[in-house]
């Protein structure tokens, strides 16, 4: 069965330093993946994906995240975070590119000031 | 419309009582799907529609949980004889598997469900 396994449920950094989100999937299938972000008593919005082609991925507010076939991981990354980026960040499977996502429990960025 | 909107936005009911929840998806978008999401926690998989096809129900929780979808438009969530254990956001969302779609998932901003 798949799987997605975020490994921190809670990451407090400072405002500017970098932050990595972790991001582990299980599947026998080839997948797309996702990061999605939730700010507070908001829906969930799409940072970034992977659907095909190069493994290094840029979204929006400067974020990027690397798809590691041989881990299976699809790790979050930002160089500088703002204070703005305090929010809790979902990454997701679809096996198979079926209509199939799965999500991960999340993890809560919280950039300190 | 411009995005997936839900309405309401919040709705508070008594133990027992029956609710309706509303989801206008994107326009043209196939599949819809319904998640719950419990304070602090994921999201959990509920329903799926795609198109004319049966839809998946295998994320509901119990048989109090139904949803309908009339044909690539509204989905109307509902669950009969809430309980206190129903008190959740619900998350609506759209997305397209036509042929060179991006496949992402575009999410509404949800109805935050309290069950006094």
């Known amino acids: 069965a798949q799987s997605v396994t975020q490994l921190d449920s809670q990451v407090p950094v400072f405002e500017e330093a970098p932050v990595e989100l972790r991001c582990n999937y299980s599947?026998?299938?080839?997948?797309?993946l996702f990061w999605y972000v939730q700010y507070p008593n908001q829906g969930l919005q799409l940072l970034l994906k992977?659907?095909?082609?190069?493994?290094l991925v840029k979204g929006i507010n400067g974020f990027e995240a690397e798809f590691n076939k041989s881990q299976t991981s699809f790790h979050l990354r930002k160089p500088s975070v703002h204070i703005s980026d305090t929010a809790e960040y979902f990454c997701?499977?679809?096996?198979?590119?079926?209509?199939?996502?799965?999500f991960g429990t999340g993890t809560r960025l919280k950039v300190l000031a | 419309g411009a995005g997936v909107s839900q309405s309401p936005s919040n709705k508070v009911t008594e133990k027992g009582k029956d609710v309706e929840l509303r989801c206008d998806p994107i326009?043209?978008?196939?599949?819809l799907y319904w998640y719950r999401q419990r304070l602090g926690q994921g999201l959990e998989f509920l329903i799926y529609?795609?198109?004319?096809?049966?839809?998946?129900k295998s994320g509901l929780p119990s048989d109090r949980f139904s949803a309908e979808r009339t044909g690539e438009s509204v989905s109307t969530l509902t669950i009969q004889r809430t309980q206190q254990e129903d008190s959740a956001v619900y998350l609506c969302?759209?997305?397209?598997?036509?042929?060179?779609?991006?496949?992402?998932?575009?999410f509404g901003p949800g109805t935050r469900l309290t069950v006094t």
């Open positions: 992977y659907l095909s082609g190069s493994t």
């Open positions: 969302a759209s997305s397209s598997w036509r042929s060179g779609s991006s496949y992402e998932q575009y």
């Open positions: 599947s026998s299938v080839s997948v797309y």
């Open positions: 529609f795609q198109g004319n096809s049966a839809p998946d």
């Open positions: 326009s043209g978008h196939t599949a």
């Open positions: 997701a499977v679809s096996p198979g590119g079926t209509y199939k996502y799965i």
